[in-house]
């Protein structure tokens, strides 16, 4: 079975595919089912294609479908986990049609089984089983203005601004005191209420695990006992915060960390936290590729933090002058003779580390660039670091 960093590699290439057309086909097959029905719907769907107005994307979807069938049929039975098939034209060049086809076996049961014909290969089924972080709704909120968010993984989405009128001024003598306080007070119900409908959103957000509301004053306790949100959602937590805007949300977050610790953004910012720690005292902490590679050759590492996005080549290169190889991670070098070398072989050293460092127990964690902590380390770290195992002697 695919690692977990293979199969997430292999889905961001998937991504960059698009047809010029909707000629991309994707397949959704879950375990145990009939091949032979599958392949007798390709049929089905291999006719209706007849009906495309485009000839050039009629024959290349009716190629791709034959492709499809065809390695079905070497199939007698659906992997353990089920399969992703994924067929088309993925050339780049007009009248030079290019049919690949792509398997993906999953690391979890597929749960959908479809046919889609589409511009773009159907990869939500599959990007959902990678994203395994949790969600939390956010509220910042005080009595003139609300902004409500949600924590994703390490990713702060605000969902809907709003603002009350609750605190508006009247003219002098144009309200009795009885009748002004009564408005307000409506005014302050339905400011309460649009907050809770905001709040509908999260019940759609898979999985979910509460809502934390802040704010200064006693605004955000008043909205919590009032229960103007919907029944089903659990408030885990309210927090003393300054602000009711973004800056808000992101201040209710790091307040809020013993309520999370679990998630993502927390989980990063305290390993990213511990690496820069065991840096500065020159403890269990290593990075550079040379000391990664060391460390992995003697089976020590037991963390490995990646920069999301990064990519590491080591580059074989040969000087036709003086005929020396070199092993580099830039393909740019001058032989030592004054030559200019040429690439003689790529290698994926990136995918070798994180192989090792997942078959000798060890934790591959990626650090993204959208949080302080993470920016500060794939600066200063080159993107790549390495928590090792404590030596005892």
Same mark, same amino acid.
């Given at each position: 079975m695919e690692s977990n960093y293979e199969f997430k590699k292999k889905l961001e290439e998937m991504t960059k595919y698009s047809g010029? /057309?909707?000629? @991309? !086909?994707?397949?959704?097959?879950?375990?145990?089912?009939?091949?032979?029905? !599958?392949? /007798?719907?390709?049929?089905?769907?291999? /006719?209706?294609?007849? *009906?495309?107005?485009?000839?050039?994307?009629?024959?290349?979807?009716?190629?791709? $479908?034959?492709?499809? +069938?065809?390695?079905?049929?070497?199939?007698?039975?659906?992997? =353990?986990?089920? &399969?992703?098939?994924?067929?088309?034209? $993925?050339?780049?060049?007009?009248?030079?049609?290019?049919?690949? @086809?792509?398997?993906?076996?999953?690391?979890?049961?597929?749960?959908v089984q479809f046919y889609r014909c589409e511009s773009k290969f159907v990869l939500d089924p599959l990007l959902e089983i990678t994203d395994n972080s949790? %969600?939390?709704?956010?509220?910042? +909120?005080?009595?003139?203005?609300?902004?409500?968010?949600? @924590?994703?993984?390490?990713?702060?989405?605000?969902?809907?601004?709003?603002?009350?009128?609750?605190?508006?001024?009247?003219?002098?003598?144009?309200?009795?005191?009885?009748?002004?306080?009564?408005?307000?007070?409506?005014?302050?119900e339905k400011y309460y209420q649009r907050i809770g409908e905001a709040m509908n959103a999260f019940l759609d957000i898979k999985r979910f695990k509460g809502v934390i509301v802040g704010g200064p004053g006693p605004t955000k306790e008043d909205f919590v006992k009032g229960k103007y949100f919907n029944y089903q959602l659990k !408030?885990?937590? &309210?927090?003393?915060?300054?602000?009711?805007?973004?800056?808000?949300?992101?201040?209710? $977050?790091? #307040? %809020? %960390? =013993?309520?999370?610790? =679990?998630?993502?953004?927390?989980?990063?910012?305290?390993? &990213?936290?511990?690496? +820069?720690?065991?840096? &500065? #005292?020159?403890?269990?902490?290593?990075?550079?590729?040379? =000391? $990664? +590679?060391?460390?992995?050759?003697?089976? *020590?590492?037991?963390?490995?933090?990646?920069?999301? /996005?990064?990519k590491l080549v080591k580059y074989t290169l040969l000087c036709p002058k003086c005929g020396k190889r070199y092993e580099k991670y830039s393909p740019d070098y001058k032989c030592e003779c004054g030559g200019e070398t040429k690439i003689e072989k790529e290698e994926d050293l990136l995918e070798e580390i994180i192989k090792k460092t997942e078959e000798q127990g060890g934790e591959v964690i990626p650090i993204s660039t959208e949080t302080q902590e993470g920016a500060q380390f794939s600066e200063m770290f080159h993107k790549i670091g390495a928590l090792t195992r404590r030596i005892l002697y």
């Open positions: 010029r /057309g909707t000629e @991309l !086909i994707s397949v959704y097959i879950t375990p145990n089912y009939p091949v032979s029905e !599958i392949v /007798g719907k390709l049929r089905d769907e291999y /006719g209706q294609a007849s *009906n495309i107005k485009s000839k050039t994307t009629q024959k290349n979807v009716q190629a791709a $479908i034959e492709k499809i +069938m065809s390695f079905l049929k070497k199939m007698p039975t659906p992997p =353990e986990n089920g &399969v992703a098939i994924f067929c088309g034209n $993925i050339s780049e060049t007009e009248g030079k049609p290019d049919i690949e @086809l792509f398997t993906v076996i999953p690391p979890q049961p597929l749960q949790d %969600s939390y709704g956010i509220l910042a +909120m005080d009595g003139r203005d609300a902004t409500v968010g949600v @924590l994703k993984g390490k990713t702060i989405k605000v969902l809907k601004k709003l603002h009350s009128t609750a605190h508006q001024k009247f003219h002098k003598g144009g309200q009795s005191a009885g009748r002004f306080q009564r408005i307000h007070e409506e005014t302050v !408030i885990i937590g &309210v927090v003393d915060i300054g602000y009711a805007d973004e800056s808000g949300l992101r201040e209710l $977050i790091n #307040k %809020s %960390s =013993e309520l999370i610790s =679990e998630q993502e953004m927390v989980k990063e910012k305290k390993i &990213v936290d511990e690496f +820069m720690a065991e840096i &500065v #005292k020159n403890g269990t902490a290593t990075y550079g590729v040379n =000391e $990664i +590679m060391s460390n992995l050759e003697q089976k *020590n590492v037991s963390k490995l933090l990646v920069t999301e /996005g990064f």
